[in-house]
Structure formats: C-alpha cells, structure tokens
C-alpha cells in the first residue's frame, strides 16, 4: 500500500513539472526566438554596439564593446548576412532569481553555413544576452565570446 501511494505521487510530481515545462516554454520561447531575430538584424546592419548595449552585465563584464564588435565584425565578413536560421534545440534554466534560456540554432549565411549557441537572461519579456558562440568552417575559431 505505502508502494502504490509512493509510486501515486511520483507520477503526479512528474506530471507537474511537465505541465510546467510545457507552460514555460510556450511563455518563455517566443520572447527568446524574437531576441535572436532582432541579433541577426542587428548583426546584418552592423549595428554591433547595440548589441553590447542591449547584452546582459554578465555579457558585457567578459570584455569591453571593442571586442564584442570585433568578434560581430568578423562573423559579418565572413559569413554576409543571415539567409535563414532554425532553432534545433533549446533549454530553460529556471533559478530563483533569473530565468535562461539556452537555444542552438542551425543558420545559413551567404558565404556558409554555421552553429549558433546563444544563452539569454530573461527579465519579464525582454531577452538579454548573456553568451554567443558560432561555429562554422569559415571562421577559423575566432568568433566565441
């Protein structure tokens, strides 16, 4: 009997949290995903400060805007503008004091394809970037920040 009540509750625990999940993602994706569209704008138009501008502190404390330009400029030479990009994975990390979102996307540029890994820290709606990273054959390792 104190199996059966034990098994009851595990499954309703489980349950729970998948209904959770499945409540946060469908709150949490979209605001995520339409960050990512507005980072590929800004990246065509090489509007690469307000990028950093807009990026989380823990972006910014990885090194001064120079450099988030730079690593922005050398993806954009490389690559050209992003033709289409697919989200292929995502993660919710749920914290006490921050929600992320981890997202893996599959993009096609001009000049290539490439793997983008972004994390965002969402506060309510607005999306905020805590890490980029990008491989693809035509960047030669020298885009991650």
Not at 28 to 39: N, T
Not at 81 to 103: F, H, N, P
């Amino acid at each position: 009997m104190q199996f059966r009540r034990r098994t009851e509750c595990l499954f309703l625990s489980l349950l729970g949290m998948m209904v959770l999940s499945t409540g946060c993602s469908q709150v949490l994706l979209p605001s995520a995903r339409s960050a990512v569209e507005m980072f590929h704008l800004q990246l065509d138009t090489g509007n690469y400060d307000r990028i950093y501008e807009d990026a989380d502190p823990a972006f910014q404390a990885l090194g001064p805007e120079s450099s988030a330009a730079h690593l922005f400029s050398v993806v954009h030479q490389r690559l050209g503008k992003v033709q289409a990009s697919d989200m292929v994975g995502y993660q919710i990390q749920a914290g006490l004091t921050e929600i992320r979102v981890i997202m893996r996307y599959r993009s096609v540029f001009d000049r290539g394809t490439a793997q983008e890994d972004f994390i965002w820290n969402l506060l309510g709606s607005h999306a905020r970037l805590v890490s980029y990273s990008i491989d693809s054959g035509g960047m030669n390792g020298e885009a991650d920040q």
